[in-house]
């Protein structure tokens, strides 16, 4: 992402949407490489620190967010960040963040939006990849059919996804004594008929290590109708779990 432009967004508004998620309004100086962008999972690069600094092969703190609403005529945009404890660089800000603190962001970049010619969607990931499945819901046609399944720590942290009568809002509690995870929920849905297009982001271990290879090789799902992809990982920074995307997809390749 490396050519993509670095604007500097301003807080205009801070929101708490769960006691787990805080949402914020920006201002932007410049979002015209939003114009046109297509894709619902569209995300940006938060810089914390110098960004000139890229440039010169330094390495400030990069941290990915889905962006929400973006409007390059207001120049708004909104993110709703996981506020995950006191661990980490980008949470941490949002939850202590206010109106009139500024940050760089690099991008647009993203991938998915949904095929409307599928006969189904299947959504499934956690509280980092609500903003992308909410936006996802919002481009569905209103006859879509599907399951949205999203995993959070209590009732308290659901929000309203606003999705088509056909998709199915399953929610998922840490908390509940008999959850057994993200995967082993998406394994026990009702297998539809016809073409699914599939959107699982989250977790890595449960989206890269549990939900793709059952995906791809239990349910025989097309490499190109499945968009899965790593968020954050349990116990890594984003820059360890870099590291660790890259070792998977060497391996991979190799095997
Ligand atoms: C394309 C893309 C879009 C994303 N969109 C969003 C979004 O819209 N909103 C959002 O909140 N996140 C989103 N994420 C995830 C976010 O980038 C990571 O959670 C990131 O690690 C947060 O950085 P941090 O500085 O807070 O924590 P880090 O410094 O990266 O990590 C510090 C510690 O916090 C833990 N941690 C990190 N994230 C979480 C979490 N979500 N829950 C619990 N523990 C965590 C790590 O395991 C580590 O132990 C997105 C990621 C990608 C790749």
Same mark, same amino acid.
């Given at each position: 992402?490396g050519? *993509?432009p @670095?604007?500097?967004?301003?807080?205009t508004d *801070?929101?708490r949407?769960?006691p787990?998620?805080?949402?914020?309004r920006f201002?932007?100086?410049?979002? !015209?490489?939003?114009? +046109?962008?297509?894709?619902?999972?569209r995300y940006? *690069?938060l810089?914390? +620190?110098?960004?000139?600094?890229?440039e010169?092969? $330094?390495r400030?703190?990069l941290r990915t967010?889905?962006?929400?609403?973006?409007?390059?005529?207001?120049?708004?945009?909104a993110?709703?960040?996981v506020?995950?404890?006191? =661990?980490?660089?980008?949470?941490?800000w949002a939850?202590? =963040?206010?109106?009139?603190?500024?940050?760089?962001?690099?991008?647009?970049?993203? %991938?998915?939006?949904p095929?409307?010619?599928?006969?189904w969607?299947?959504?499934?990931?956690?509280?980092?990849a609500?903003?992308?499945?909410?936006?996802?819901? /919002?481009?569905?046609?209103?006859?879509a059919?599907?399951y949205?399944?999203v995993q959070?720590?209590? /009732? &308290?942290h659901?929000?309203p996804?606003? %999705?088509?009568?056909?998709?199915?809002v399953?929610?998922?509690?840490? !908390?509940?004594? &008999? #959850?057994? +995870?993200?995967?082993?929920a @998406?394994?026990?849905?009702?297998?539809?008929?016809?073409?699914v297009? &599939?959107?699982? #982001? +989250?977790?890595a271990q /449960?989206?890269?290590?549990?939900?793709r290879?059952?995906?791809l #090789?239990?349910?025989?799902?097309?490499r190109e109708?499945?968009?899965?992809?790593?968020y954050?990982?349990?116990?890594?920074t $984003?820059e %360890?779990?870099r590291?660790? *995307? /890259?070792?998977l997809?060497?391996?991979?390749?190799?095997?």
């Open positions: 992402m050519s *993509k @670095v604007t500097r967004l301003t807080v *801070k929101e949407l769960t787990g998620m805080v949402r914020l201002h932007g100086e410049d979002l !015209s490489a939003f114009a +046109g962008s297509v894709f619902t999972d940006v *690069k810089v914390f +620190g110098d960004p000139a600094a890229i010169r092969g $330094e400030p703190a967010y889905t962006a929400l609403d973006p409007d390059p005529v207001a120049g708004t945009l993110i709703d960040f506020v995950h404890g006191d =661990a980490g660089v980008a949470g941490p939850a202590t =963040a206010e109106p009139g603190d500024t940050i760089n962001v690099r991008g647009p970049g993203g %991938a998915y939006a095929d409307a010619t599928a006969d969607h299947l959504f499934a990931g956690d509280e980092a609500v903003p992308a499945i909410r936006q996802s819901l /919002a481009a569905l046609p209103d006859d059919e599907g949205a399944v959070v720590d209590t /009732a &308290a659901e929000q996804l606003g %999705a088509p009568a056909g998709v199915e399953v929610w998922l509690h840490r !908390s509940d004594p &008999a #959850h057994a +995870g993200l995967a082993d @998406v394994r026990a849905l009702p297998w539809r008929d016809g073409r297009h &599939a959107f699982v #982001h +989250g977790e /449960a989206v890269m290590h549990e939900i290879p059952f995906l #090789h239990e349910r025989g799902v097309p109708d499945l968009s899965v992809s790593g954050w990982r349990q116990g890594r $984003e %360890a779990f590291e660790w *995307k /890259a070792a997809a060497a391996t991979e390749a190799a095997g």
